[in-house]
């Protein structure tokens, strides 16, 4: 009884939540629209999530080392038209330029995290930066349109798959590569290089001490998320198609799953599988209210509640579980005396009514 | 003899956190005009009880009146409001704001509506020129003074409360010599103002220069309580330190054995610390004694290449080294573990298994596997007691969290450890566990160095004792010595044979 | 043995405001000579005037910016404000002169709740900034996408002159966006509020523990904040004529906002910067634009010229030691 009652509690945790909403969600599309449950609708539906839940995996890494990825969008618009432009209708060209796709993600990626570590830039202004200096270098190259779709073999990466098999009728191939990168992520970030990730997002200061070599962990945070808009792209190129538009707000979209998978936007806590199923939950809820009748603009104002409740409510409850600890009114600083208390010298009040929000 | 009524008053002071009594039955009275000592070992509760008059801390018993008005303060705000102020270690300013703006902040004056800079700027520097400062810009940002001029800001918006009680929480432990004369000219102003003041600090040489009543805590109660002139620095340093040795030092472990020379530093410097030579032996315990600021985690640091040396020379093992960084140390088998467990040893978030592996996986990731599977085993014989190796290191006890700091740097088999505080704000059960590891690891041929405030410990665990002053080593001293003796060159107070005079 | 004669010569850090606008003057010099280089006189009365004109919009904005951050927050709902403001404006007034007042105080009125809707998510729901905004401008503009499909309303002929005309080079958008500037500058220095945004964003833990009411200064930043977003939605209508729900975004106001705002020497984190700066930073954005349009620069690569620029600012910036523990010896060896 134990464990079925801890794991009740981690469902309604922060971390757990997103799973419960989801599962909510899956259910209640079901009921509008009972072919949603049929293994073939229901394949497709994932093909539909994926760009959005690698891209989450990438946007995971970057804040839980505690740091933020706004150039994402941009670099996956980068990508799509760098296919568009460069494969043309030659599906010889798709390796090599594929290849080139990979090592231009990487190098966005090496020079966001340099830039953050060394030159101490936040990341925020330097992934801002990198988006200008991505929409308009790409715009610039193209002269401002996205010249056609690509060939086909390339694009059957984005929209095809595995025909004719039993019970589900097609398997996208963007539904194995999400399956494929999501086991990657989870078992990379079980590797002692992804957990020394998650510690230098929770104290650098204490990774830094610990030996770790934080400039170059972040870097490749950031790579790892720039690889993750790569291939979001690649999949997008067949999915969506190349225009200038593709990609746009991707950061921001990954950012809402990431947090509402209950990882906290300063570092150190979350889980990778639960960024991935807030992007399914989003795009469940999507899928909800456009099944509900609800007129597609108001997407985004249901993706600026979501984001704020889901914040709000991770705030809320870390409250109620460090009430023991919280209310310290003297900055806290070196610990006092040997024998000031065991764990914390915790002051024993809260600050007078009055001077508080 | 005048008796004029004073202005704080306090009886039968307690205080205890999570069930450990840290203050009992503390009397204290401050007179308007004089300067008050209130002098103790760490962690015999001068730190505590300053917080309680401060209004940081609410008492668990007894009284305190302020001008003869009995009062019960629940933030700092409203001690500060009836003129009792406190001047901590860490300052409470705003660097990017102006030192008007952070005397006022949440009082700006304020003329037709509008903040009266003017006025503002022109009142600081009248409260500045009463503490006797004429070279301190009301209008200079903070952050571009001194810590000496960051202190009288500190002071200064004390005054703007009117303060008739000034706490002044260490305030040398940072100055240089011709600073401590400044502070030295404010207090003789304040005292003429008619301000009492509290003065906690270790310097006594700076006690007995400026107080007219010295009170002794120890152990969390009071010694004594009386004029200046009735005590000399010997009775003074014998009331604040005899005591029954109560903790358990356990012995060297049979078969320990000093051997050669692990870590040696030669003229070692950096912008802190000077003049350093050292040998550290394998199988040896050197202990670090000596006050606040004088230098001890610095060179801890250096060693470690958190804060490197720029002069000098380290060599390990025979063979000069290089420790620009903690990475190189923790390659070449130094570890630290820091003063400061919650904000530099561990992540807080993190599990307990993942806070033990934390280094291996940062320096020695392909040990992981290994490491993983003996952490247990060196978690229960630490006796660290957790929901698991699950459990986030946040909740755990200090003891318990300072246990698996220590399981963390095991896991990468050092040669030299250092070990800064390593008992601060654990429970006995633990101090003894740490104490035992020391034993066990000098017993393997580790060399330690530890660093601590707690002069038992110190005279306990070494087999030689180094007492830093000022940056520099001032003495060094056999593990026979008596507390007093240790004390006294913390202090700069040696005079007998047995180590270097200090000034 | 005196006090005064042994003091450390304390290190005078240059203001950052001056480094902007030191900067500002290397930009303007550099462009003059780019300019010239293809035949065209930088200072012209038509290139002040498209420069100044360049400036109004974005001024408005990031000066409502400024104070966000400087209380260590953010707010990326502006763009959506923009346009709501505008339409809102231009179908109060619906062509007629008599409807400006209603239209104007509607539109800022509607801004000024949406300001206060961030900044109570952000001091009660404890939500950062950065969150919050990003919500509640996605709020706004599934509003917008949903009840407005293109261009409405009609902003009257008088409401027109503001966006166009002005006092020999000088537009009167860029003589308001100024006086909104020196208004918002005396607010930071002449009232307890705007003290007390200095000290929340410098620290929320001294604040609070030296009394503030630490919530009030964070929401009057974001109400001051989407007013003067309304303000440049207003402008934006004057200049098209009418209101649009894409105004506000075509622009990237959130992010150029806050770039002129760092660019400006204002810290990211809060507690330090000025207005004057961030109107150094726009005029700096500004002059790169133009001269950028003069030297026939393909448009997308300004936005390149952008990033980089922010970045190397921050970078240079961010180069400021801070000197915590107070060295007690030289580098140099000290004699014993």
């Known amino acids: 009884m134990n464990r079925v009652r801890s794991a009740a509690i981690t469902l309604v945790s922060p971390r757990g939540a997103v799973f419960l909403l989801l599962a909510i ?9 009972p072919n949603f449950a049929e293994p073939g609708q229901f394949i497709r539906f994932v093909q539909r999530v994926a760009p959005i839940a690698i891209v989450a995996i990438g ?53 966001n995290g340099l830039v953050t570590t060394l030159l101490k830039v936040p990341s925020f202004i330097v992934t801002l930066g990198m988006m200008l200096a991505l929409s308009g270098g790409v715009l610039f190259w193209t002269g401002g349109a996205a010249t056609g779709n690509p060939a086909d073999g390339f694009r059957q990466i984005g929209r095809g798959g595995i025909r004719d098999v039993p019970i589900v009728d097609i398997i996208p191939f963007s539904v194995i590569i999400l399956v494929v990168l999501l086991a990657l992520a989870i078992w990379f970030s079980k590797r002692p290089f992804g957990r020394t990730l998650i510690a230098i997002g929770d104290s650098s200061t204490a990774a830094r001490f610990a030996g770790a070599r934080v400039w170059q962990v972040k870097t490749t945070a950031f790579v790892i998320s720039s690889l993750t808009a790569t291939v979001s792209g690649v999949l997008l190129v067949g999915y ?28 150190g806590r979350g889980w990778v599988v639960a960024a991935v199923a807030g992007a399914f939950a989003l795009e469940a809820l999507f899928t909800l209210l456009n099944f509900a009748g609800i007129p597609s603009t108001l997407r985004d104002a249901i993706q600026g509640g979501i984001i704020i409740l889901a914040v709000a409510y991770s705030a809320t409850t870390f409250r109620a579980r460090r009430k023991g600890h919280s209310t310290q009114t ?23 009514t009055g001077s508080e929000h | 003899m005048t008796t004029t009524a004073p202005v704080l008053s306090a009886r039968g002071i307690e205080k205890g956190f999570f069930g450990v009594t840290v203050l009992k039955g503390i009397d204290i009275d401050l007179q308007p005009g004089t300067v008050h000592g209130l002098v103790g070992e760490n962690g015999a509760g001068k730190s505590t009880l300053m917080k309680i008059i401060a209004g940081v801390y609410t008492r668990d018993a007894g009284t305190l009146a302020v001008g003869g008005t009995e009062k019960s303060y629940t933030h700092p705000l409203q001690a500060m409001r009836d003129g009792v102020a406190t001047v901590f270690q860490e300052f409470n300013l705003l660097p990017e704001r102006s030192v008007a703006e952070n005397v006022f902040l949440g009082r700006e004056p304020r003329r037709y509506g509008f903040v009266d800079t003017k006025g503002m700027t022109r009142r600081t520097s009248e409260l500045l020129a009463e503490l006797g400062i004429d070279f301190i810009d009301p209008t200079a940002s903070v952050g571009s003074l001194t810590v000496a001029e960051q202190q009288v800001v500190e002071i200064t918006k004390a005054l703007s409360f009117d ?39 270790h310097r006594l040489k700076e006690i007995f220069d400026l107080c007219d009543t010295i009170t002794v805590l120890k152990d ?42 692990r870590l040696a530093v030669r003229g070692g410097g950096n912008a802190h610390i000077d003049g350093i030579d050292l040998d550290l032996r394998a199988g040896e315990i050197v202990g670090v004694a000596g006050l606040q600021g004088s230098g001890r985690t610095e060179l801890a640091e250096a060693l470690f290449g958190a804060a490197p040396l720029t002069r000098g020379s380290i060599a390990l093992d025979g063979d000069t080294v290089t420790v620009p960084s903690p990475r190189r140390a923790v390659k070449q088998g130094i570890a630290l573990i820091t003063e400061d467990r919650k904000a530099q040893g561990l992540a807080l978030n993190q599990s307990v298994l993942d806070n033990a592996l934390l280094v291996v996986r940062a320096v020695f990731p392909g040990r992981t596997g290994a490491a993983r599977q003996a952490v247990p085993g060196v978690l229960t014989s630490l006796e660290v007691s957790s929901r698991g ?20 740097w095991l896991a990468t088999k050092p040669r030299v450890v250092l070990l800064d505080e390593p008992t601060r704000g654990i429970d006995v059960g633990a101090k003894v566990a740490v104490y035992q590891l020391m034993r066990d690891l000098a017993k393997e041929g580790v060399a330690i160095l530890m660093i601590s405030s707690e002069l038992p410990e110190v005279l306990g665990m070494s087999d030689r004792i180094l007492v830093m002053h000022d940056g520099r080593v001032a003495a060094e001293l056999e593990p026979g010595v008596s507390e007093e003796t240790v004390l006294a060159a913390a202090t700069g107070t040696l005079r007998s044979s047995g180590g270097e005079v200090a000034l | 043995m005196s006090t005064a004669a042994v003091r450390p010569r304390r290190r005078v850090p240059l203001d950052s405001t001056l480094i902007v606008y030191i900067a500002l003057i290397g930009v303007i010099a550099i462009g003059a000579i780019l300019v010239a280089s293809v035949g065209r006189n930088f200072f012209s009365e038509g290139n002040i005037r498209d420069i100044l004109t360049g400036m109004s919009v974005l001024g408005l904005v990031a000066v409502g910016q400024t104070l966000v951050i400087l209380t260590g927050s953010l707010d990326l709902s502006v763009p959506y404000v923009i346009s709501l403001s505008s339409l809102l404006a231009a179908e109060t007034m619906k062509g007629y002169s008599g409807n400006i007042i209603q239209g104007v105080l509607i539109a800022l009125g509607i801004a000024a709740v949406i300001g206060l809707a961030n900044g109570l998510i952000v001091t009660k729901l404890k939500v950062n900034g950065f969150i919050a905004t990003l919500g509640i401008g996605l709020i706004v503009k599934g509003y917008l996408d949903t009840f407005y499909k293109g261009s409405s309303g009609s902003v009257p002929a008088e409401f027109q002159y503001i966006g166009a005309t002005g006092i020999g080079p000088v537009p009167i958008s860029t003589i308001i966006m100024l006086a909104l500037a020196t208004l918002v500058f005396l607010f930071l220095r002449r009232t307890r509020t705007g003290h007390h945004i200095y000290a929340v964003g410098g620290s929320l833990d001294v604040a609070r523990l030296s009394g503030l009411r630490t919530a009030q200064p964070i929401i009057v930043a974001h109400v001051i904040c989407s007013v003067t977003a309304g303000m440049a939605g207003l402008l934006l209508a004057s200049r098209l004529g009418v209101g649009s729900p894409t105004v506000g975004s075509q622009g990237g106001y959130d992010l150029l906002s806050i770039a002129a705002v760092v660019l400006g020497g204002t810290l990211l984190a809060g507690g330090r910067g000025s207005i004057w700066g961030t109107i150094g930073g726009v005029a700096i954005f500004a002059v790169l634009n133009s001269v950028m349009s003069v030297m026939q620069v393909n448009p997308f690569l300004k936005d390149v010229v952008r990033g980089v620029v922010i970045v190397v600012a921050v970078a240079v910036y961010t180069g400021r030691v801070i000197e915590q523990r107070r060295a007690r010896y030289g580098t140099k060896e000290v004699a014993k």
Do not use: C, W
């Not at chain 1, 024998?339 to 809260?350: C, E, K, L, T």
């Not at chain 2, 190796?389 to 220590?406: A, I, M, P, R």
């Open chain 1, 25 to 33: 969600m899956l259910v209640a599309i079901t009921v509008l629209n």
């Open chain 2, 389 to 408: 190796t699950g459990q986030e290191v946040q909740f755990l006890s200090g003891g318990n969290q300072q246990k698996v700091v220590l399981a963390k």
């Open chain 2, 163 to 201: 303060a008739k009680v000034i706490s002044m929480d260490e305030p040398t432990a940072a100055l240089a010599d011709h600073e401590v004369e400044l502070l030295y000219g404010i207090i003789e102003r304040l005292k003429q103002r008619g301000v009492a003041i509290l003065y906690v600090s």
């Open chain 2, 220 to 261: 969390g109660a009071l010694v004594s309580s009386g004029p200046a002139s009735d005590l000399t620095t010997d009775e003074l340093v014998r009331r604040m330190v005899g005591r029954s040795i109560s903790t358990f030092f356990p012995p060297a472990v049979e078969g320990t054995a000093v051997g050669d020379v």
């Open chain 1, 59 to 111: 946007q995971y890494f970057v804040i839980v080392s505690g740091e933020f990825d706004l150039s994402m969008g941009a670099l996956i618009t980068a990508q799509v038209v760098i296919a568009g432009n460069l494969i043309g209708q030659d599906e010889s060209k798709s390796v090599p330029v594929l290849l080139f796709m990979i090592a231009f993600g990487i190098v966005v990626g090496i020079v």
């Open chain 1, 330 to 352: 003297l900055p806290p600083g070196k610990e006092p005396d040997a024998n000031d208390g065991p764990a914390q010298p915790a002051p024993q009040m809260s600050p007078a």
């Open chain 1, 240 to 267: 969506a198609g190349v225009h200038p538009s593709v990609g746009q707000g991707y950061e921001f979209i990954a950012i809402t799953a990431v947090v509402l998978g209950g990882v906290v936007l300063g570092g």
